[in-house]
């Protein structure tokens, strides 16, 4: 494949995205494939929250099918990029922890009396 090896760390932009993977261009002449399991070290739930169509992103290159002139690509194994989870984006919602506070209470509550409930059951 013309001058790419494993271990480059170039730059592709983004062409298609499946919940499998992310698809890329690179230099317009070739194409790779970012597999889910090569976008974070976390879960990922959403490939969304790591990339958009268009987007510009550094991988490492970690294999080669010179026959396809397809490129097997990785986030998480660049270097310059060692948390691919910086893309992940957390959207807090304006209550915040509010809800368990209101709530704890009555979910204390109610599992004393279901274990109560299930003591008495066995006497």
């Known amino acids: 494949m013309y001058n790419y090896k494993i271990g480059d760390v170039i730059e592709v932009v983004v062409s ?3 919940r499998y993977g992310i698809f890329v261009n690179v230099n ?29 992103l550094k991988v490492k290159i970690i294999g080669i099918d010179e026959k ?3 490129l097997k690509l990785s986030i998480k194994e660049n270097n310059s990029q060692k ?4 893309y992940f984006k ?13 709530k704890l209470e009555q979910w204390i509550e109610e ?7 299930e003591q008495l059951k066995k006497l």
Not at 90 to 102: A, D, R, W
Not at 111 to 117: A, D, P, Q, T, V
């Open 16 to 18: 298609g995205i499946e």
């Open 28 to 56: 317009n002449k070739y194409s790779g494939l970012i597999h889910i399991s090569e976008i974070s070290n976390s879960f990922v739930k959403n490939i969304n929250d790591y990339a958009q169509l268009g987007d510009v």
């Open 68 to 70: 396809k002139c397809q």
């Open 83 to 86: 948390d691919a989870g910086n």
């Open 90 to 102: 957390i959207v807090e919602t304006p209550k915040g922890f509010s809800t368990l506070e209101v």
């Open 111 to 117: 599992k004393e009396k279901e274990i109560l409930e």
